[in-house]
């Protein structure tokens, strides 16, 4: 069984300062990561995935992630944000044991102020 | 090419009522999943089919739900005697296949409003 925590429901910031959205999992096998960003009324779509290889994952938008194993994290970084990144963003994960299901976390929503 | 499609987009029903809802997903997609996404609780999943293999229904909370997928493409969610808790926002997925490193493709969704 696997499960995802986001720690934060809602995440308020300016535009043009950094942000951090962090996610959690747990997972007694080896584990590949995703985040989805919802924008609203609409479905989700992928920004990131970490499969294998290299922590530091590179997405869509100008987004990053780093998979940190032994604190079995994968948070969701962007250096500067505007105000069009507000929308809801979920982390995901699934497991090669067998389980074709990914478990989503609860969900982030990123607020930007002007 | 086209995305994962769902109708309606919008559907108002009176308690009791059935309601049927229906995903279109990606060409040649062999996976799909359906979700129910109600307000602050994340996505929750529902049922899975893949390919011709019986469906995974470990999701549906209730009798009530049940769903079929005809020719391995289109996609059909019914809810009999809808309930007030069954309002949310319903969001089909697909996956080229079952390998779980694969991304999920969404649909938009279907909010459904149980009066």
């Known amino acids: 069984a696997q499960s995802v925590t986001q720690l934060d429901s809602q995440v308020p910031v300016f535009e043009e300062a950094p942000v951090e959205l962090r996610c959690n999992y747990s997972?007694?096998?080896?584990?590949?990561l995703f985040w989805y960003v919802q924008y609203p009324n609409q479905g989700l779509q992928l920004l990131l995935k970490?499969?294998?290889?290299?922590?530091l994952v590179k997405g869509i938008n100008g987004f990053e992630a780093e998979f940190n194993k032994s604190q079995t994290s994968f948070h969701l970084r962007k250096p500067s944000v505007h105000i069009s990144d507000t929308a809801e963003y979920f982390c995901a994960v699934s497991d090669n044991g067998g389980s074709y299901i990914p478990t989503f976390g609860r969900g982030t929503s990123l607020i930007v102020h002007p | 090419g086209a995305g994962v499609s769902q109708s309606p987009s919008n559907k108002v029903t009176e308690k009791g009522k059935d309601v049927e809802l229906r995903c279109d997903p990606i060409s040649g997609h062999t996976a799909l999943y359906w979700y129910r996404q109600s307000l602050g609780q994340g996505l929750e999943f529902l049922i899975y089919f893949q390919g011709n293999s019986a469906p995974d229904k470990s999701g549906l909370p209730s009798d009530r739900f049940s769903a079929e997928r005809t020719g391995g493409s289109v996609s059909t969610l019914t809810i009999q005697r809808t309930q007030q808790e069954d309002s949310a926002v319903y969001l089909c997925?697909?996956?080229?296949?079952?390998?779980?490193?694969?991304?999920?493709?969404f649909g938009p969704g279907t909010r459904l409003t149980v009066l």
């Open positions: 997972s007694s096998v080896s584990v590949y």
């Open positions: 997925a697909s996956s080229p296949d079952r390998s779980s490193y694969n991304e999920q493709f």
């Open positions: 970490y499969l294998s290889g290299s922590t």
